[in-house]
Nanobody
Framework: QVQLVESGGGLVQPGGSLRLTCAASGSMVGIYDMGWYRQAPGSQRELVAR??????NYAESVTGRFTISRDNAKNTVYLQMNSLKPEDTAVYYC??????????WGQGTQVTVSS
């Protein structure tokens, strides 16, 4: 059993910041890729950012505003979100891939950007 526990979502005004955290635990054969996706109402789930062996990849819409980082010792991935916009409003999901082919998802955390 693998568990991903997300935290850090909430309501923030435009221009504000939030930091999402996702902690992975359980039986994994080493993590090689961690990332964040988001899904807004009526839209498909989309990639926000990924990190693998120190290499990061961002959606164009968040480049320069969001930063993904990872603590390997804690099996934890973070998403620092700055200069938030109303269009960033969505449920954010953590995703973890391990070396055995495991593909795990968190339960999602709501981020709402509104004045």
């Amino acid at each position: 059993q693998v568990q991903l526990v997300e935290s850090g979502g909430g309501l923030v005004q435009p221009g504000g910041s939030l930091r999402l955290t996702c902690a992975a635990s359980g039986s994994m054969v080493g993590i090689y890729d961690m990332g964040w996706y988001r899904q807004a109402p009526g839209s498909q789930r989309e990639l926000v950012a990924r990190i693998s062996h120190g290499i990061t990849n961002y959606a164009e819409s968040v480049t320069g505003r969001f930063t993904i980082s990872r603590d390997n010792a804690k099996n934890t991935v973070y998403l620092q979100m700055n200069s938030l916009k109303p269009e960033d409003t969505a449920v954010y999901y953590c995703n973890v891939l391990d070396y055995s082919g495991g593909d795990y998802w968190g339960q999602g955390t709501q981020v709402t950007v509104s004045s």
